[in-house]
């Protein structure tokens, strides 16, 4: 039986990565290709998976750590898709705050299930926006110096760098933007597309289908950082029951809440990674709006939109920022507050989790050089 194809999209928050698994997913059926996902995130209660599922595709969660101190559980996940789904292709992407992902997860895959998977190059995903910002490129909010570690250790073990979202820019800044990856990371290869129009999604498809031509450096790393980069940013995962006293417009509702949330960040100066949240009516089916801020300063959007009124739903939030966990959950039930306070509503919060993440222990951590496949016992490529 031909190897299934094992795709993991990295990237910071909100650069647009389940876009890009969504569009991905499209354009592989569209080739008669079956297609397995695998999201990740600290808690459970994920935005991201409910929108996967709501476009019909098979989802597996892994919750509770990133992949890397997860291996087993993202390896079992995937040996169950593969027993319920036989996808020929698997695409899995990671926490937005992890980095290493290559000798923590890459490496063990090639090495332990090498002869179940192909597993292709590393992509790694940019907001252009916030590149340009974090890059110190142009000014604008960014994150404290350890945050921005991080976000430069993904790009530095990137094989593919995707600068996402290429319909926000004119192409002066494109350039700008292309030359500074090429200065400061070379990567194995640079791409620019639009996720959400579809726009280059073949160019990606092809470069993460052929094997690299130059042999990987292993990424150098201080988890001290890292683990202290990634605790200044606060999470939180809230799901909510809502009911109305008569039916309403969810697409004005959220992005009305996303936009009390962001002011009131504002006003805190917390700057927001990525906020989303999505409004899932009871009724009417597979019907799914989703809300997105993807910094303090930017416009909120709808990135799908309901298409009828509701008067019942569940509400999920998932806000990333770098904050405390307290002051994100009084931004929160503040917000949920005022969104009762004329009595047509009621939100009923059925879970709601803040934390930091913590220290990332990874299960497995390999060197390029120890990616051999045990089972096949020669060389692996990254074909
Ligand atoms: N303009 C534009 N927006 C995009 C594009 N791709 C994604 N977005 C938007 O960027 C926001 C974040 O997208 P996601 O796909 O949720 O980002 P993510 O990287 O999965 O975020 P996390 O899972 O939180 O790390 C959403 O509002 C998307 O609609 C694009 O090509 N162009
Ligand atoms: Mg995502």
Redesign the pocket.
Known sequence: MAKARYIMIG????????????QLARLLNQQNLRVGLITNDQSHGL??TS?LSSHGFPVEEITGGCFCCKFNSLANASTRLSKNQQPDVFIA?P???CTDLKATVDYPLRRMYGDNYRIAPLSV?V?PIRALRILELEPGKSFSRKVVYIYRKQLEEADIIII?????LQPERLQTLRQAMDRHFSPARLLA?????G?GLDNWLSAITKPLSCSPQDLEIDYTIYAEGEALLGWLNCSVQLTSKSPFDGNTFLLDTVGVIQRRSRALNKEI??L?ITLTPDEHGQDIG?????GSDLSP?L?HSLKESLETGQLIV?L?AESTPDILRSVVQDTFAGLQQNGELDLKVEHMECFRPNRPTPTHRLKSSESESLAEGGHSSAS
């Open positions: 990237g910071f928050l909100g650069a647009g990565k389940t876009t890009g698994v969504l935005v991201d929108l992407e926490v937005g705050s995903m907001d996402n979202k290429i319909d926000l597309l639009s996720a959400r129009q726009r990674a990525h989303k989703v809300a997105n801020l993807v959007e990135s998932n990333r």
